[in-house]
């Protein structure tokens, strides 16, 4: 009879609960590591019953998940209009960021994007005229995630809207997003004033041709090697793109010389690419969404392929559950706001920009990111410690994205909905903040944690289907 | 509204510790509004807006920065202007967090990556959860110390079977004492290493004989405690007959100490069966007189303070089969006792006990009865009519555990927190049926660190006002964290009696009464 370690080994201890005890351990030199508990999500424990009875059919699938994850290859391949190449699309649907929301339900952010796209496509001409319309029950709406597509903020995607093309060459599947506006009074921002459209405008008539053809010139460009050295230098690639951009001019230069027949308009191009950090979210979002698509209808997996907001909810699907929204009512982040404005100002969580998070990117690599952990409370040792909760909740460490102050140890990936029950801990989510009214714009940028409610309803789902 | 602004030149600081600093300066009392931002065009705009555009940062550089001030006063103004001088060259305060930032795992399975060679889990969250975080330590290969309470005999006998078929300890649930591989976990005293192995399952049981045995010179190879259901019939005594096969059969352990209040029958019966495997003595104490199987190596204490010495007295001779030795008297080490002045007023006759250590409660109780023949009231009464109506009124003689349940909700443990049996004693000092008021104070780790300071005050105020007998039994060793040499004089100085075991005080306490009642 023994006893495993004791007499052979010192005594080393993890200590769940009183810190007291914690500390009596430490004042005798005993090797101690304190466990910052909290009791598990309020769910029905005859789900949480069901859900452990199968735990080895889901930890296989949550393999399977994991494996294509691993195994994505996302690719720029060029540029087109929404209505060519976007399935579904069609000139009387407005897509919009986060799980499905009627007219009425949407925030003012949402409300002024769709607005403003109405005007851009010519079939309004006034505010008043777009907001009849948009309720008049012509048009239709979707989330952009239900037609391979995201946009960051309100999302909002009408049909004469250039986006870019992104494949997935592992699996074959596309994803889709609109090009990045800049900050400041922008659509996405709900902004709809007339030099918003003017710069969509310039932006279709423009931009698109100058950078399709030089796109298609290079044949493709390689994302996930692209994201994986922005970490490298700084990015998250969603609150930070500043390093994402510089690495796409890089590419880009060249072939818009090369290919451009209007040196002017390639040096707008070149100079709006140059002064807009952000350019490269538009890119890191559908890379995102390419990479998790893939990875759907998983069944008996608990992992999040999705996590959205449309600033009034958020919403959650799983690899498991099929095309099922979870919803729960979105949080107003705490931010760092812009002269002028106070949380008073803030619209609740909005945007399809959390598909970063849902890829082991963003928030969930705010390690690699030192240039912005003010957002999370001042010093580098604050981020780092977001990063290393998120590896609680996750399934699995990404082989493709390291983190250089973690020893380049691979980002946290693959949200296991069980995890964040069974810990009570939700996801970590950079993100941007809107004004809650109509055209705007931006007024903070900060930090959000997941609702916990999506998570609670998706365990509930997936116990279902089990 | 008085405004004023500054320029700060040649100085880059990003945006965001900008807005971090314009947040500062808006949260200082007094001010309305404030900004601090770099002068680009777009930053004017805003600044325009907000009608902060000031003339000083008419000549500003697109790379200056302009922080404007507005408040209700002047005065104010200024001196929030001059905290953002030193905000921007030495940084924020409080933004140098190193305590906070410490990386703490939310998780026992994330806390083994951090320590892949842990080898125990101490915990102590919420019963309800405490069952299923038990199972995940044993899952990981950890032995576990499961101090908390309120786990179903269920739960308890599913955690221990599965423990035992991995080969690890499961010691509770409500185990609030052991000492493993020389480390006091939990309530337990500082005590040195020796070849002394108890199992026990109470916990200040286990402190008192611990203490005792250090203090009479020897030393612990392992307590185990096992929780105080671990004897009764549905748990089949699973913990206590593994810790004693293990204390058996262990070449750092000569004599054994076994303290539990009288398991089942089946359990008894399988403890005799192992303890005649071999012949290492063991020395039992079931907390109440009970008739012991005559084994040559069976020992048994009558007091804890005595099961200590007998521990002992086998391992300074080893050879010494004298079975008076397990008869002795237990009042035989304190022989040189000083005289007590018994109260002087008639009505005070009675004994009023408050105790924080549940078993020494018990003890007390025992002793009592032993004594004296009929039993002493209490919250958890040797026998049920004892049982007091409202355990906030002591009855004639009365021996109460302050550290069960009634005493404790919403309230710290009276080892740790004192208030409410200085309360207490305050209470009882005003009974004029009083007599002795009889105490425990126990020193070690979780323990408060100056209970002594606690008690002194009202110790003191009992002495100057009235004639009442104040014993305190000091628990502990000098290795604590308290001071316990400084804590036995400190009391004694209130003119309190002070002992250094249960048992010696809970003796005097009982032949005092005796005298009281015979003059």
Request: proline fraction near 5%; aromatic fraction near 6%.
């Amino acid at each position: 009879m023994a006893f495993k370690d004791i007499e052979t080994q010192p005594l080393k201890v993890i200590n769940l609960g009183l810190n007291s005890f914690r500390e009596d351990l430490q004042k005798q030199g005993v090797p101690v590591v304190q466990v910052d508990w909290a009791p598990p999500a309020n769910v029905d424990s005859a789900v949480l019953e069901n859900i452990y009875k199968h735990s080895e059919a889901i930890k296989q699938a949550n393999q399977k998940v994991i494996d294509i994850i691993q195994k994505g290859s996302p690719v720029l391949l060029g540029l087109d209009i929404a209505r060519n190449v976007v399935p579904g699309m069609e000139d009387n649907l407005i897509l919009h960021a986060g799980p499905p929301i009627t007219w009425d339900r949407m925030c003012g952010p949402m409300k002024g994007a769709v607005m403003g796209a109405l005007i851009y496509e010519g079939k309004a001409k006034t505010e008043k005229e777009a907001e009849a319309l948009a309720k008049s029950g012509k048009i239709k709406y979707a989330p952009c995630h239900e037609h391979n597509a995201v946009g960051p903020m309100a999302g909002v995607m009408s049909a004469s809207m250039p986006v870019f093309i992104i494949k997935n060459e592992e699996f074959g599947n596309y994803a889709y997003c609109t090009q990045n506006e800049g900050l400041g009074k922008v659509l996405r921002y709900g902004a709809y004033s007339d030099e918003v459209i003017e710069r969509l405008k310039w932006m279709e008539q423009i931009m698109y041709p100058v950078l399709d053809k030089a796109i298609r010139s290079l044949g493709k460009i390689d994302l996930k090697s692209l994201i994986a050295q922005a970490l490298h230098m700084g990015d998250e690639v969603h609150n930070r793109n500043r390093a994402g951009t510089s690495l796409l001019f890089r590419q880009l230069a060249p072939a818009i010389m090369r290919t451009s027949d209007n040196a002017e308009n390639s040096a707008k191009v070149l100079e709006f690419i140059n002064g807009n950090d952000h350019f490269f979210l538009n890119l890191s979002m559908p890379a995102a969404k390419a990479v998790l698509d893939a990875a759907r209808n998983i069944p008996n997996s608990s992992i999040a392929v999705v996590m959205a907001r449309n600033g009034t909810d958020f919403g959650v699907q799983l690899a498991g559950t099929g095309d099922e929204w979870f919803t729960g009512p979105a949080l107003v982040p705490d931010a760092l706001y812009f002269p002028g404005y106070t949380k008073e100002d803030a619209n609740p969580d909005i945007g399809d920009s959390a598909i970063t998070e849902t890829a082991g990117l963003g928030g969930f690599a705010i390690a690699a990111a030192p240039a912005i952990v003010q957002f999370v409370g001042g010093n580098a040792a604050d981020s780092i410690k977001y990063t290393r909760w998120m590896y609680e909740i996750t399934a699995s460490e990404s082989q493709n994205f390291q983190i250089p102050a973690l020893d380049f140890r691979g980002t946290p990936l693959g949200i296991d909905v069980i995890k964040v029950i069974e810990k009570n801990l939700t996801p970590f989510i950079d993100t941007g903040v809107a004004h809650k009214n109509p055209g705007v714009g931006q007024v903070g940028a900060g930090v959000v944690s997941a609702p916990m409610e999506p998570f609670i309803k998706a365990l509930d789902g997936l116990s279902k289907k089990l | 509204m008085p405004i004023i602004g500054t320029l700060v030149h040649g100085k880059y600081l990003d945006s965001v510790k900008l807005m971090l600093v314009s947040k500062e300066m808006r949260q200082q009392d007094g001010v309305t509004d404030a900004v601090a931002i770099m002068a680009t065009p777009e930053n004017r705009d805003i600044l325009k807006a907000t009608n902060m555009l000031l003339p000083e940062f008419a000549k500003a550089l697109d790379t200056d920065i302009c922080i404007a001030i507005k408040a209700e006063t002047e005065a104010t103004c200024s001196e929030v202007m001059d905290l953002v001088k030193v905000w921007l060259d030495k940084g924020l305060p409080g933004s140098d967090s190193q305590d906070k930032a410490d990386f703490m795992p939310r998780s026992l399975d994330s806390a083994v990556k951090l320590m892949p060679d842990a080898n125990l889990a101490l915990v102590s969250v919420a019963g309800k959860y405490a069952g299923t975080e038990a199972k995940k330590a044993l899952d990981l290969g950890l032995n576990v110390m499961l101090f908390s309470d309120n786990v179903s005999i269920q739960t308890e006998k599913d955690l221990k079977e599965y423990a035992i078929s991995k080969d690890l300890l499961l010691m509770g649930p409500d185990c609030g004492t052991a000492i493993i591989n020389g480390v006091p976990l939990a309530f337990a005293n500082a005590v040195r290493r020796g070849k002394i192995g108890i199992v026990s399952a109470s916990g200040t049981g286990l402190q008192e004989v611990s203490c005792v045995i250090n203090n009479l010179g020897e030393g612990i190879s392992q307590a185990f405690g096992t929780g105080g259901r671990d004897g009764k019939k549905e748990i089949g005594g699973l913990m206590l007959l593994k810790c004693l096969e293990y204390l058996l059969f262990d070449l750092s352990t000569e004599v054994i100490v076994l303290i539990s209040k009288v398991p089942d029958e089946e359990v008894i019966a399988k403890i005799w069966a192992l303890i005649k495997m071999t012949e290492k003595p063991v020395v039992v104490n079931f907390l109440r007189p009970f008739e012991l199987q005559q084994l040559s190596n069976v020992y048994s204490g009558n007091t804890l303070a005595e099961t200590a010495q007998i521990a002992c007295r086998i391992l300074t001779d080893k050879n010494d089969k004298n079975l008076a030795l397990k008869r002795r008297e237990s009042d035989s080490i304190f022989q040189n006792r000083t005289l007590v002045e018994l109260p002087t007023k008639e009505s005070r006759k009675y004994v009023r006990g408050l105790f924080s250590g549940g078993t020494l409660c018990y003890e007390a109780q025992n002793l009592y009865h032993q004594k004296l023949g009929n039993f002493a009231y209490s919250n958890a009464p040797l026998e049920s009519e004892y049982k007091l109506e409202d355990v906030w009124k002591s009855k004639e003689d009365t021996i109460i555990d302050m550290g069960a349940d009634e005493f404790t909700v919403g309230r710290p443990h009276p080892m740790i927190d004192y208030s409410l049996r200085l309360k207490k004693i305050e209470e009882e000092s005003k009974d004029d049926e009083t007599a002795i008021i009889l105490l425990d104070v126990v020193l070690g780790f979780g323990a408060h660190l100056s209970p002594h300071l606690e008690l002194a005050p009202i110790l003191k105020k009992v002495k100057a006002d009235t004639c009442i007998i104040v014993i305190c039994a000091v628990i502990g060793t000098d290795a604590d964290p308290q001071n316990r040499q400084e804590v036995i004089r400190y009391l004694s100085n209130t003119g309190s009696i002070v002992t250094t075991t249960n048992a010696e005080a809970c003796m005097l306490a009982v032949r005092l009464l005796q005298s009281i009642r015979s003059s």
